[in-house]
Nanobody
């Protein structure tokens, strides 16, 4: 069984910074990609950033957060990070980790973390 466990998040003032992390564990053969989505109340879940899991590093960052958010990974730890700077009230949402993983059970792009709340407010 594969699990994604997120940590980080919380309350921050506008202009502040937060870091999120997501560790994958279980019978993992390989991680093709990991990423972060977010969902604010009353809206659809949206992609924030992704990073390839093996080999050369390729990243994608949504235009809405480009220049403020950075995604990175530690392949040895099967962990992905999201560094969020210059946070705005509109960044407030539940942030979900996602991973495309090949495991004992096959390959699937639909592994999700439990979600972590990010609140941006003064």
């Amino acid at each position: 069984q594969v699990q994604l466990v997120e940590s980080g998040g919380g309350l921050v003032q506008p202009g502040g910074s937060l870091g999120l992390s997501c560790a994958a564990s279980g019978s993992i053969f390989s991680i093709n990609a990991m990423g972060w989505y977010r969902q604010a109340s009353g809206t659809q879940r949206e992609l924030v950033a992704t990073i390839t899991g093996t080999g050369s590093t390729y990243t994608y960052v949504a235009d809405s957060v480009k220049g403020r958010f950075t995604i990175s990974r530690d392949s040895a730890k099967n962990t992905v990070y999201l560094r969020m700077n210059s946070l705005k009230p509109e960044d407030a949402a539940v942030y979900y980790c996602n991973a495309d993983i090949c495991s004992h059970y096959g390959c699937s792009p639909d592994y999700w973390g439990q979600g972590t709340q990010v609140t941006v407010s003064s």
